[in-house]
């Protein structure tokens, strides 16, 4: 994990006000995007959100097979020497543990990559063969929770799952998978081995693409339940779960249908982007661009104290409203959210990817083209761009994605 210093101004709680949106300020010069080459492999197909940094600034992503043998490659890019390395692919990896079954396919890695305790680096690989959208089939072959050894580049397996596993999280000496149907949540204590397991529940479906976890090992897992009062056509019900480090869960947060569902439960991808910040406090934003925090207990030489986090609605995350955002950073951890949004959810929105600067002590936010080197704007508006958080160690951020086949971009704000 990258650290900042900290920052003499206090995040603003002015903006703590339910639906309340930012002022416009439109800037006329975007950040720098470069493309990436990504190594080929048969059937590399997309890099699906999947994507984070070694404490040494080295970024980390996983690449998508569409094709046999169905194997996600996990990549290591040197961004100091600009160099990408192969570090592995899924069934190679179970068969080296004596843990493929016939037939298995692992087609994706879709989950961020974290680093945890002792240089090892956790992520989650996945297949989504015979599953029903509906959420009332399981895929055939489920997931598995791996991590990486920094150093020897060695993969442990350390954990089979009936579900598909879609994200990771890590806090304290805790890791973190979620999986699907049903929003299951996975606890992998590193220090002992133990494994828990708590269903925090999710209906029609839906599957959040993220989710959090603190820097005391707390999880927090959006829950969707059917709203039992509702007359006529079904109507859900939207909160987020804080669960404790023994995966007790300590206190349920309700959100606003509205700012969480897009169009259905199954087309909505709950949690997208997610961002620490220096204080141990995290934002992250939903499916349809609206902005929470979460706010833990500070950090402190006594004990940790496991009460539960505070949290607080921020906003809307653009000016408009509604956008789709996959990917929040931040260049000095306390007072500034960085964000690429895709306009493209309302009638009548431009279908481009903007860049947001969002002061979260003013509320600011200003927007700005999101223009790469060397591609056509309408080409880059039908690409499927995603990612989190990543930060190298000269501060340029990361997204990834697809179009006609897996897409890296390194994105350098400039100075105003």
Do not use: C
Request: aromatic content about 10%.
């Amino acid at each position: 994990m990258l650290t900042f210093a900290a920052a003499a101004t206090p995040i603003g709680q002015s903006l703590l006000v339910t639906g309340k949106r930012p002022r416009p300020m439109i800037e006329s010069v975007g950040p720098q995007v470069v493309p990436i080459p990504v190594p080929a492999f048969p059937g590399a197909h997309a890099i699906w959100g999947s994507i984070g940094q070694d404490e040494s600034g080295h970024v980390w992503f996983g690449v998508t097979a569409d094709a046999r043998p169905f194997s996600a490659h996990l990549f290591e890019y040197d961004t100091a020497a600009d160099r990408i390395t192969d570090r592995g692919n899924v069934l190679e990896a179970l068969s080296a543990a004596e843990r493929q079954r016939s037939g298995e396919h692992q087609a994706k890695i879709h989950s961020r990559i974290v680093q945890g305790p002792d240089d090892y680096l956790y992520f989650a690989s996945m297949d989504e063969e015979g599953e029903r959208d509906d959420g009332s089939k399981l895929p055939t072959w489920g997931g598995h929770l791996w991590r990486l050894k920094l150093g020897t580049y060695r993969w442990e397996h350390l954990l089979a799952t009936p579900e598909a596993l879609i994200a990771v999280a890590a806090g304290d000496r805790f890791v973190y998978a979620l999986g699907y149907f049903g929003h299951v949540l996975f606890q992998y204590d590193t220090t002992s081995g133990n494994v828990a397991r708590v269903p925090v529940g999710s209906v029609a479906g839906h599957v959040s693409r993220n989710f959090i976890a603190d820097y005391r090992g707390h999880a927090y897992v959006p829950r969707l339940s059917v709203d039992a009062a509702s007359l006529g056509r079904p109507a859900f019900k939207v909160s987020l779960v804080e669960l404790g480090r023994g995966m007790e869960e300590l206190k349920e947060t309700p959100l606003e249908t509205e700012h969480y569902i897009y169009r259905s439960p199954v087309d909505s991808h709950g949690i997208t982007g997610v961002q620490e910040m220096a204080d141990g406090s995290w934002y992250f934003t939903t499916h349809v661009g609206f902005l929470y925090r979460i706010k833990p207990p500070a950090r402190s030489n006594s004990p940790i104290d496991n009460a539960p986090a505070t949290v607080e609605r921020v906003g809307w995350l653009h000016p408009t409203g509604p956008v789709y955002v996959a990917s929040l950073f931040t260049p000095d951890g306390a007072n500034t959210l960085l964000a690429l949004a895709h306009n493209n959810l309302v009638e009548g929105a431009t279908g481009r990817y903007q860049w947001l600067t969002f002061d979260l002590t003013s509320g600011v936010s200003r927007v700005a083209p999101f223009a790469v080197s060397g591609l056509d704007d309408d080409l880059v508006s039908r690409m499927l761009l995603y990612g989190s958080a990543t930060r190298d160690a000269a501060a340029n951020h990361y997204v990834v994605g697809v179009r006609t086949g897996p897409i890296m971009l390194r994105v350098t704000p400039r100075k105003r």
